[in-house]
């Protein structure tokens, strides 16, 4: 089925001069662009990989919904163009994946994904921790989280911690940015960019697809969409319920998503698309185990039995596109997001013993955050002489966040804000302006170099409310460039080189630390030179590979220890690479001669590796590893395919030990706040059925073999470790009509 397309051509502008071209740009320029989509859609019968994929985009997909596929084939063809255009690593989970994947935790998909670490916290996948290339993973602090270009940390720049994650069923794709995304993208980006897209609008008139989901440990999920295209209007509503027990006692949540996009086309060079959506989640958080627990299988125990998470998010976003000729096009992004989250937990007499014995008062951490950016974006496609295929693409962004932080102690085990006693009241804001340049030159029909340039000014300030204190102020500006190249070896293949720097101001909690002082406001902004290489193919139908090494030198990394903040150096090298093949189609193509050729059936083996070494390069930690990143994690699966009406899935992932602190502790204390974490290998096993267009089945059991594992650990009232999922199984069904 078709996307709305943007058109090519405004051809009554098109040979304007540059000067009243832009003028033109500036009067158009209203707000929020459809997304691109390709239109062509695989065969019936043709076998797809489910695997993940190399590739890169200027313009965020669209997700294309028809009744046949939920998640539209188009945009699987969409990330293959994208893929030969990029002069970096960059990979994707396509639509078919995360179809056959079902996961209800956007954590356990990225995991396979090369380059990427994980640590789940309760199973949902509510509070993210990713890292990437050997940066620490919890919160998300060292990478940029997006959901079509929005920020999705509570701050951009400051507060990068992230207590939202989108819920998995509402992603139609993932787009993982690793090497190269400062220019584009901006801070924190050291560890690159992740960006999920959300489903895109319906060429239909009238569409509805309702899904659900249903596991062993009680939780569920119900999500209704409907919408179409009018007359050049398009509208797309869905409400989504999830919640559910949870694998552990006092871990149960509920979450009420609701999301509303409108769409029109003024003409075919000009469109205009808004978006409103709305979370709530309600979490029960049920705390860390002692080892003691852990040892005698009582994973499902709870040692906190009234502390609770309340996350309220509000976010609104406008975007336009207009071709202005052949050769040009402007976009323009405008966002604003509100997020309240608060977390109250009761307190232990001891944080520091095996005493489990519980205070009637709680510990009270509230946060409102507020930011507004507004991003333009123009690209040129022009030719030099004889030369043709180049493209210019200028952007920047202005950006103002605020956060109101409070912390308090309760009259009792569940007293909330009102009845509590405050301890700390502060402002924070941050204000940015960006502006950068990328341009790739078309060296030759098969080779591409690709230079840019990115400057950002930040400035931060802090204000004590509880206390008189003069406000507090930070200031930076921050040269971003990068260089890759690209080379065109084969159909579907290229070889890359990427060179590039990026960037993390220094947050709240460290440069503004009350405990620290007025001193922890000369912490220097952390930044990194990234150099990587690799090829990525997928010549034949049944035959995809990404290979590549990296080395980031990290500057001026900020370490909070203590009542001491400062700057250190880290260093990270390693491997990451993924191979799918299918054996049939190469027994095919051996035997016959043809290699381009699939049939009703195939056996796709997959295997992906990530090897790392990521250390402290100076100061007190000098030669430790940093902490929860493994040296060694494999994927491996195979998968049996009929046509794409069936598939049937096994697959695993091993994980080695990890050290869970910079002093990397070996012995594991009584109160497990402290010691090296244990490998594991978890195995998976999951079905697909296509029944027709109109109706698609999935079964599966995660955690097949029952693993116990340790995730991380934790201290103050949160103290003890936390198990990984135990073994559940799943029912799902999509239904579209």
């Known amino acids: 089925m078709k996307s709305l397309p943007i058109p090519t051509a405004f051809p009554s502008q098109k040979n304007l001069p540059l000067a009243k071209l832009i003028a033109h740009s500036l009067i158009v320029a209203g707000s929020i662009a459809p997304l691109r989509a390709q239109t062509e859609v695989a065969p019936a019968q043709q076998i797809q990989p489910v695997t993940v994929q190399t590739t890169t985009t200027v313009i965020l997909p669209e997700v294309v919904v028809t009744a046949a596929d939920a998640h539209a084939n188009g945009v699987i063809e969409r990330l ?106 901006g801070p924190n980006t050291i560890g690159g960019v992740v960006n999920l897209l959300s489903r895109g609008f319906s060429d239909r008139p009238f569409t509805t697809i309702l899904d659900g989901r249903f596991d062993t440990f009680g939780d569920y999920t119900g999500n209704l969409y409907t919408g179409g295209t009018v007359n050049g209007f398009s509208y797309g509503v869905e409400y989504m319920k999830k919640g559910g027990d949870g694998f552990r006692d006092n ?4 979450i009420d998503d609701f999301d509303i996009k409108l769409g029109y086309r003024f003409n075919e060079d000009h469109a205009v698309q808004a978006h409103f959506s709305y979370y709530d989640e309600q979490s029960e958080t049920p705390g860390g185990l002692l080892p003691e627990q852990f040892e005698n299988g009582l994973l499902d125990r709870s040692n906190k039995h009234h502390d609770m998470f309340y996350g309220t998010r509000v976010a609104f976003d406008l975007r336009s596109s207009h071709q202005l000729t052949d050769q040009q096009r402007l976009e323009l992004l405008f966002y604003t997001v509100s997020y309240r989250r608060d977390w109250y937990m009761q307190k232990y007499l001891s944080n520091t013993t095996t005493d489990l014995t519980l205070t009637d008062t709680n510990e009270q951490f509230l946060r409102n955050f507020q930011l507004t950016g507004f991003e333009p974006k123009y690209i040129l496609d022009y030719d030099l002489g004889q030369s043709t295929g180049h493209q210019l693409t ?22 909330r804000e009102d009845d509590s006693v405050l301890s700390a009241d502060e402002d924070l804001t941050t204000t940015s302006y960006a502006a950068y340049l990328q341009n790739e030159f078309k060296i030759t029909s098969r080779f591409s170099l690709v230079p840019g340039i990115r400057f950002e000014h930040i400035e931060q300030t802090w204000e004590n409310l509880l206390f008189s204190q003069p406000t507090k102020y930070s200031g930076y500006n921050i040269w971003v ?69 990296f080395y980031t030198d990290f500057t001026d990394q900020v370490v909070v220890s203590g009542t001491t903040a400062g700057n250190y150096n880290t260093k990270s090298y390693g491997f990451e690479g993924i191979a799918e093949i299918g054996v049939i189609g190469l027994t095919r193509a051996i035997r016959d001669g043809e290699w381009n050729k699939t049939g009703d059936h195939e056996v796709f083996v997959q ?131």
Do not use: M
Request: with cysteine.
């Open 394 to 415: 200028l952007g920047g962004r202005i950006y103002f966040d605020t956060v109101h932080r409070r912390a308090g102690t309760g009259n009792k085990a569940t007293s």
């Open 607 to 737: 295997a992906g590796a990530t090897l790392i070494n990521s250390y402290f390069a100076d100061g007190p930690f000098e030669g430790n590893t940093l902490p929860y990143v493994p040296k060694e994690t494999v994927t491996f699966g195979i998968r049996y395919a009929f046509r794409q009406s069936f598939d049937l899935l096994f697959q695993g992932r091993y994980v080695s030990s990890r050290f869970t602190d910079s002093a990397n502790t070996v012995n594991e204390d009584p109160v497990g706040l402290t010691g090296k974490l244990s490998s594991y290998v978890t195995c998976d096993i999951k079905a697909r059925w296509h029944v027709n267009e109109n109706l698609t089945f999935n079964l599966g059991v995660n955690n097949l073999f029952d693993e116990s594992y340790i995730t991380q650990r934790r201290n103050t009232s949160q103290k003890g470790v936390f198990p990984g999922p135990t073994r559940s199984g799943y029912a799902a069904f999509t239904l579209a009509f």
């Open 80 to 185: 293959r163009e994208a893929r030969e255009k990029t002069a970096g690593s960059v990979a994707t989970v396509t639509p078919e994946s995360l179809e056959l994947q079902k996961n209800n935790n956007l954590g356990e998909t990225l995991a396979r994904v090369p380059g990427v670490s994980y640590v789940d916290e309760d199973g949902h996948g509510t509070k993210t921790n990713i890292g990437l290339r050997g940066l620490n993973p919890i919160r998300s602090e060292y990478v940029q989280l997006l959901q079509d270009g929005i920020p999705l940390q509570p701050f951009l720049y400051s507060e990068t911690a992230a207590y939202y994650g989108p819920p998995a069923e509402r992603v139609s794709g993932i787009e993982i940015f690793k090497g190269g995304s400062s220019i584009l993208y």
């Open 251 to 254: 871990l149960g949540f509920n």
């Open 481 to 549: 460039p990068g260089i890759g190249a690209k080379y065109d070896f084969a159909e579907n293949s290229q070889a890359y080189v990427n060179i590039s720097r990026s960037f993390r101001p220094p947050s709240f909690g460290d440069s503004f630390n009350p405990v620290i002082g007025a001193s922890s406001v000369d912490l220097r902004p952390s930044s990194a030179w990234t150099y990587e290489g690799g090829i990525r193919a997928n010549p034949y139908p049944w035959l995809s590979a990404d290979l590549g090494g």
